[in-house]
């Protein structure tokens, strides 16, 4: 779920970046006629650096542009196979900047490595953003028309996982920290309900320090994690910020992930995503805004749909037209509520859509693309990189 997407560092981690194809085509990109010809001396030539521009489409923050650099550590003789022999980098580290027409702006660094055969990964991404979102609840209210809300400060996420034996299960820690200020981004709408107008007050203009650590375990046998066409990822986080490690706010927050990946045939695959969002507030302040995790389904604008539990699932088809070329189609379904015995009865968010992908780097397997998905609200595109989940 964009649940990163309301939190600082989501803005440049939930967005997908899409790479200029033609800038790439003498190098990467090559002609239909020749694709099966030169196959294998494409995938002995991986790219090293990849810049992507950056079309933003999510419909929270509205249009907007920026780059990421991507660079593929490890020359040819430095690659590594993993336990279902996909070829990864040793590390990929990345910069990136966007800005979006309504303001919101963000930059962030990172890096990836992948240890000892894969058995040992690490993730951690720095970054600053200023989002301007809007939000249809607070403090217990449901808005027909948003409050906009400004969200500003750096963000720092940190995971290391570690593979168990020779299988596809891993365990290991994470932690996220946050400095959050938030503001008004535009003038009131109207005259808030005194409940609102009270909290509202209590939060704009004050600065909020969230810090947690916790638990991961995952099992992964996805065929390549960049681009999966068959196996599973299955995840669970448990996360809990305290006062004792810096945070101002004491909540736990537990995320349970379900993606799986059917290669019915050379040219038909099949994926299916579930997943389950959930906090729980352990001292006496109310969870700021953008805590509460948020319907993340692609026809649904980040943030629209929160609550305390959150529960989405989606399904995806696919099918290969040419070795290089896929189209897809994909549905999904979601619920938000307060308290988990009353997700049943939660209203029911359904989401189509349709897609295709480009396949511009064989060695890794990365492919760009584009989906158009109709929501309750509206219809939204959206520019893909790599894996949609």
């Known amino acids: 779920m964009k649940k990163n997407t309301i939190a600082l560092l989501g803005i440049l981690c939930a967005y997908s970046p899409v790479s200029d194809a033609n800038s790439y085509e003498d190098y990467v990109i090559e002609p239909a006629n020749e694709q099966l010809d030169n196959s294998k001396q494409m995938a002995d030539k991986p790219i090293t650096f990849l810049p992507l521009p950056v079309f933003i489409t999510e419909p929270a923050v509205g249009p907007g542009l920026g780059v990421v650099g991507l660079y593929f550590h490890g020359n040819k003789k430095q690659q590594q196979k993993t336990s279902v022999d996909t070829v990864l980098p040793k590390s990929i580290s990345l910069v990136g900047l966007m800005a979006t027409k309504n303001g919101t702006k963000g930059a962030a660094v990172g890096h990836v490595s992948f240890w000892n055969q894969d058995s040992l990964r690490y993730q951690g991404i720095l970054a600053y953003a200023d989002i301007n979102l809007d939000f249809y609840s607070f403090a217990g209210f449901e808005f027909t028309r948003p409050l906009a809300l400004n969200i500003a400060g750096p963000g720092l996420l940190q995971s290391l996982k570690q593979r168990y034996q020779d299988s596809n299960f891993f365990f290991g820690a994470k ?43 995952e099992y992964d046998s996805r065929d ?3 681009n999966p066409e068959q196996g599973v990822n299955y995840k669970a986080e448990y996360m809990i910020y305290n006062q004792a490690i810096g945070s101002d706010i004491d909540y736990t927050s537990f995320n349970l992930s379900a ?11 099949l994926a299916l995503r579930v997943e389950f969002d959930t906090v729980n507030n352990k001292g006496d302040k109310k969870l700021p805004v953008y805590i509460p995790p948020s319907i993340s389904l692609r026809g649904v604008s980040a943030s629209r749909y929160q609550g305390l539990n959150v529960l989405v ?47 511009i780097d064989e060695h890794y397997g990365i492919n760009i693309g584009l989906d158009v998905a109709h929501g309750p609200e509206q219809d939204v595109v959206y520019i893909q990189a790599g894996s949609t989940w």
């Open 259 to 269: 993606l799986n990946y059917w290669a019915l045939n050379a040219k038909t695959n």
């Open 175 to 217: 932690q996220i920290y946050r400095h959050v200020e938030i503001a008004l981004a535009e003038p009131l709408f109207n005259q808030l309900p005194d409940p609102v107008a009270y909290d509202l007050n209590k939060e704009v203009g004050i600065d909020i320090d969230t810090s947690g650590v916790g638990a991961l375990f």
């Open 224 to 226: 390549n994690p960049l």
């Open 313 to 359: 699932t989606e399904f995806e088809g696919s099918y290969k037209i040419t070795d290089k070329i896929k189209l897809s189609a994909f549905t999904g379904m979601g619920w938000a509520a307060e308290h988990f015995s009353t997700l049943a009865d939660a209203k029911t968010i359904n989401t189509v859509g349709m897609g295709f992908r480009y396949l």
